[in-house]
């Protein structure tokens, strides 16, 4: 594997960076909401209020995720990125509603807005610091594979275009005199949201799901076992899921049943480094089988089917009396 991919316990420096960026565009949207009465800029100081939280889930699961396999998580930690980019989604569409329940008094109510310009000065300055701290994480994010990072990364994209509906709608206030738009351009807003919340959600509840590798990366898988095939070889039950940074693959390798085992661990060997060479992030587990054993097509399903040509004696040899197995397994 390649550094990017190992060192995660370095991705934790990211999410300081983002829960630092939210303190700062809290204080800053804060003060252009008190300058101005806008409720369309107090729905963008509330979804700030979400990135903080999103930032410090973020920091929390991404310390969970570096740990090493251990006896109780010998698959590793890596599916802990999908709770924290799960309630970050959560929370972005819950700060929507909020959104709602703030604009929608003032269609029926308006209220006129002050200091118009210095308010959106103020939060011109919180988006640009949003923008920048977003494509730092969004490159992190790709680079170390991280579900966590590039959720977090499209929350704070979300609050710049968020951020530039805002200052629209303040704007044609300013422009046009009616007070409405204020508000109806944050209902807009809060749409926008809650569609980037669905799919964060999405995506976080689909690597739970243990969801397989994209279509290209198990072609890619195809493409390799291919020049094996040719050789005389066969394989089954190809099997891959993503879990957070990391990737499973698994597969049974047939071969004709007179090789030795050392001949098909060699192959086996020679097939486990073309995937992670092609596939950094991947955790591959093959398992041997012979051409000729109809034994060796009952487990090509997941669950695999009882053969009552085995019989149970040879499945579980006898044990003799100083706990050795009896008779001869393959």
Avoid at 10 to 16: E, I, K
Avoid at 190 to 211: Q, Y
Avoid at 264 to 288: K, V
Wanted: glycine fraction near 8%; proline fraction near 3%; hydrophobic fraction near 45%.
């Amino acid at each position: 594997m390649t550094s990017d991919t190992t060192d995660r316990s370095s991705l934790a420096r990211y999410a300081w960076l983002s829960i630092a960026a939210a303190v700062v565009t809290i204080a800053l949207k804060t003060i252009a909401y008190l300058l101005t009465g806008s409720v369309g800029l107090l729905s963008d100081t509330l979804e700030s209020f979400v990135n903080l939280v999103g930032a410090l889930m973020a920091l929390a699961m991404l310390t969970i995720a570096a740990r090493p396999a251990d006896e109780d998580h010998a698959y590793g930690h890596s599916k802990a990125e999908y709770f924290s980019s799960g309630v970050e989604g959560t929370l972005i569409l819950i700060a929507a509603v909020s959104i709602c329940v703030a604009a929608i008094p003032r269609i029926v109510a308006p209220k006129p807005l002050e200091q118009i310009g210095l308010g959106l000065g103020v939060s011109v300055a919180a988006s640009l610091v949003n923008l920048f701290v977003s494509r730092v994480l969004l490159r992190a994010g790709r680079r170390y594979h991280s579900i966590t990072l590039e959720a977090d990364a499209q929350h704070l994209m979300t609050d710049v275009w968020t951020s530039a509906g805002v200052l629209v709608g303040v704007g044609a206030v300013a422009l046009t005199g009616w007070e409405r738009l204020d508000p109806i351009v944050a209902i807009l807003v809060a749409g926008n949201i809650i569609w980037s919340g669905i799919r964060i959600v999405r995506t976080s509840v689909l690597g739970l799901m243990d969801t397989a590798l994209s279509d290209e990366e198990q072609n890619t898988l195809r493409r390799i076992l291919g020049p094996y095939i040719q050789s005389g070889i066969q394989y089954h039950a190809l099997r891959t899921r993503q879990s957070g940074a990391r990737q499973f693959v698994s597969l049974h390798v047939l071969v004709p049943g007179m090789w030795t085992v050392q001949r098909g661990h060699g192959l086996l060997e020679s097939i486990e480094a073309d995937m992670r060479h092609a596939l950094p992030n991947a955790t591959i587990f093959t398992h041997l089988e012979s051409l000729g054993d109809p034994a060796s097509r009952d487990d090509m399903n997941l669950d695999r089917m009882e053969n009552p040509s085995i019989k149970r004696s040879e499945k579980h040899p006898q044990q003799s009396s100083d706990g050795e197995a009896g008779g001869s397994t393959t």
